[in-house]
Antibody
Framework: EVQLVESGGGLVQPGGSLRLSCAAS????????MNWVRQAPGKGLEWVGN????????YYLDSVRGRFTISRDNARNSLYLQMNSLRADDTAVYYC?????????????WGQGTTVTVSS | DIQMTQSPSSLSASVGDRVTITCRAS??????LNWFKQKPGKAPEVLIY???TLQSGVPSRISGSGSGTDFTLTISSLQPEDFATYYC?????????FGQGTKVEIK
């Protein structure tokens, strides 16, 4: 079964750091771009960033560039999101999503999400 | 950055109704447009990719059309499981953008 499982969310103070993980199974992880998408409470979906299958390219939402870093370990079938200098408006459910690029890029498999709360 | 504008923001409909949601991009994105459905407390799921291709397992009452800047998601006969929030998303640029969402509620 193709599956993504996020972990690492929690409560953190403003200015703090947190590292999210996403464990992949059921597919050849090293063949796929991967994404992070977030959803603030009661709000819509917001793409955070993505990483190429070999880690050689990364793209970020303007508001997180320089604070967040996406990385991956293909040997461990794992995706990561290192979040530094966290702000209250980073509070959200964070999803990882597989990026299937056939006709056009599409996030076709999603994890269940992990909740990040930034508050003092 | 590309802006994606969905309309309406919400709608009320009955089971069996035909429902249409539109999505407009601020610039030409070709057919690089995906549609997602999300139920409360659940992860999004893809319905349509590349503007008009039905994702495997998605019922055929759901369809997508459009190219360039104007796109449409249509549900031909609304079913109880279709009451949810729908999002369009462009995958043309390097930094992807979602529409603000359309909530489909029971009339």
């Amino acid at each position: 079964e193709v599956q993504l499982v996020e972990s690492g969310g929690g409560l953190v103070q403003p200015g703090g750091s947190l590292r999210l993980s996403c464990a992949a199974s059921g597919f050849t992880f090293s063949n796929y771009w991967m994404n992070w998408v977030r959803q603030a409470p009661g709000k819509g979906l917001e793409w955070v960033g993505n990483i190429k299958f070999d880690g050689s390219e990364k793209y970020y939402l303007d508001s997180v560039r320089g604070r967040f870093t996406i990385s991956r370990d293909n040997a461990r079938n794992s995706l990561y999101l290192q979040m530094n200098s966290l702000r209250a408006d980073d509070t959200a459910v964070y999803y990882c999503a597989r990026d299937h690029r056939v006709v056009a890029p599409v996030m076709d498999v999603w994890g269940q999400g992990t909740t990040v709360t930034v508050s003092s | 950055d590309i802006q994606m504008t969905q309309s309406p923001s919400s709608l009320s409909a009955s089971v069996g109704d035909r429902v249409t949601i539109t999505c407009r991009a601020s610039q030409n994105i070709g057919k690089n447009l995906n549609w997602f459905k999300q139920k409360p407390g659940k992860a999004p799921e893809v319905l349509i990719y590349a503007a008009s291709t039905l994702q495997s397992g998605v019922p055929s009452r759901i369809s997508g059309s459009g190219s360039g800047t104007d796109f449409t998601l249509t549900i031909s006969s609304l079913q109880p499981e279709d009451f949810a929030t729908y999002y369009c998303q462009e995958s043309y640029s390097f930094m992807w953008t979602f529409g603000q969402g359309t909530k489909v509620e029971i009339k």
